[in-house]
């Protein structure tokens, strides 16, 4: 009980504080809700070393029904500010919902949810700062060089280090083709997603793709 109550209340923090620096307009609209994107996931993928995926699974339910009750009385406004028809925070929520389900080790559960957090994030990030001039047109969607590039650049970078650690389950091989493959695949998903999906097309992708090298 004292794992599933430091779970829940580490996003609670999180949330208070974007709420916080929103007040004091240090963060507002979209990085504002990049600093919940990046910091939550971030958190949330330390769970499987606190609770068990069955736990993680339904802490996912309870997260939304608080997005969902968030959307109703508008508790928190880290989405109010965005400009955009977004379910991201929905399929934020199933994402975690579904990687406790679909996980069957600690380590490829973190590495989905850190690609999810810091890949996107971060790329929305860069892309908006600094990728305006760089845009790309992909079935419809604008994308920036940058942006993509970030998100290439982080999930290989994440999957490269995170799965130094788990050597027995990964051989040579396998970690070359996931290296090769995963990166262009999340561009893809990334590329292709409407409405956030890529909240929780991402994660589930890295998922599956390392239950397959076992």
């Excluded at 996912?60 to 997005?67: N, Q, Y």
């Excluded at 949810?113 to 990030?125: K, P, R, S």
């Excluded at 994440?158 to 695949?185: C, H, I, K, N, R």
Aim: hydrophobic share 55%; glycine share 8%; net charge positive.
């Amino acid at each position: 009980m004292l794992a599933i109550i430091a779970c829940l209340s580490g996003v609670l923090a999180l949330l208070i504080l974007s709420e916080l620096l929103g007040r004091k307009k240090i963060l507002r609209g979209d990085p504002q809700r990049q600093f919940v994107h990046v910091t939550v996931g971030s958190f949330i993928a330390s769970w499987p070393w606190l609770v068990s995926f069955d736990t993680i699974a339904w802490l996912g339910v309870v997260l939304l029904a608080v997005v969902l009750l968030n959307r109703r009385k508008k508790l928190a406004d880290f989405y109010s500010e965005v400009d955009r028809k977004s379910y991201g925070d929905i399929f934020y929520a199933l994402a975690i919902i579904f990687g406790g389900l679909i996980a069957d080790e600690k380590i490829f559960f973190a590495l989905a949810m850190l690609i999810m957090a810091l890949g996107d994030g971060l790329a929305n990030v860069v892309g908006q700062r600094y990728g305006k001039k760089w845009k790309y047109q992909f079935l419809g969607h604008t994308k920036t060089v940058l942006g993509s590039m970030t998100m290439w650049l982080v999930s290989m970078s994440v999957l490269g280090v995170g799965l130094l650690f788990a050597q027995e389950m990964v051989d040579y091989s396998a970690y070359t083709t996931l290296l090769l493959a995963v990166p262009p695949l999340l561009i893809l998903i990334e590329n292709t997603a409407i409405w956030g999906l890529d909240n929780l097309a991402v994660p589930i992708a890295v998922l599956l793709a390392l239950n397959l090298t076992q």
